[in-house]
């Protein structure tokens, strides 16, 4: 079992650049959540899909924000136009089952200039 | 969102001592789950509980889903320096079916 996989680990962009992070779950996991982490808020959670369905959205700051699952082993979450504030490390869990515990990936620390 | 309480916020003890943490809601959870988070890495899960008044050993922790539902707590026994790290609560209640993350607690263990 390969674990939650994340890429990349690190990013550093500009401000107005379009960011594209991945992650790849657990096969056999049929939800998967986005979540950042600041010092200031904690784990926030961004979004969550169930079967590739996105649920719940209403945790993404802004539509600079965006997430697809376009099939179960893969999932992007997308910043265009990046800010400075956007700033953060941005972590992807799956779970077999909605009331399951979460797999955290190792996360991508995205910094943007 | 939800919020939830942990405390305290950050702890800093001695080796072989043990430690204790807790988790408050102002909402009634159905399940508990306590994670580890070391420096640059995704939370890990330590324990879950799914009943109230459940207590869960997993080696020299021991978590315990409080009896009001409404909060938590976890005990590490003989603490290690590689039990530095935060640790972190989430409850899940019956609206919607995400899971609440706590604000964590810092754990430094002086060797």
């Known amino acids: 079992d390969a674990g939650v996989i994340q890429s990349p680990r690190h990013e550093v962009t500009e401000m107005g650049q379009e960011v594209t992070l991945r992650c790849k779950p657990i096969?056999?996991?049929?939800?998967l959540f986005w979540y950042r982490q600041t010092m200031m808020r904690g784990l926030e959670l961004l979004i969550y899909?169930?079967?590739?369905?996105?649920?719940?959205d209403s945790g993404m700051p802004e539509d600079r924000f965006s997430a697809k699952m376009p099939n179960a082993s893969f999932s992007t979450l997308k910043i265009q136009p990046s800010e400075p504030r956007d700033s953060a490390v941005y972590f992807c869990?799956?779970?077999?089952?909605?009331?399951?515990?979460?797999?955290f990936g190792s996360g991508t620390r995205l910094t943007v200039v | 969102g939800q919020q939830l309480n942990q405390s305290p916020q950050s702890m800093f003890i001695q080796e072989g001592e043990d430690v204790s943490m807790n988790c408050t809601s102002s909402?009634?959870?159905?399940?508990w789950l306590w994670y580890k988070q070391d420096p640059g890495e995704g939370p890990v899960l330590l324990i879950a509980l799914y009943k109230a008044g459940e207590l869960t050993s997993n080696g020299r922790l021991t978590a315990q889903f409080g009896i009001t539902r409404k909060d938590s707590f976890l005990n590490i026994s003989a603490s290690i320096p590689s039990d530095v790290g935060i640790y972190f609560c989430a409850g899940q209640g019956n609206t919607g079916n995400q899971f609440y993350f706590g604000t964590g607690t810092s754990l430094t263990v002086i060797p």
């Open positions: 096969s056999g996991h049929n939800s």
């Open positions: 909402s009634i959870f159905n399940t």
């Open positions: 869990a799956s779970s077999r089952l909605l009331s399951g515990g979460y797999t």
């Open positions: 899909f169930n079967n590739n369905v996105p649920i719940d």
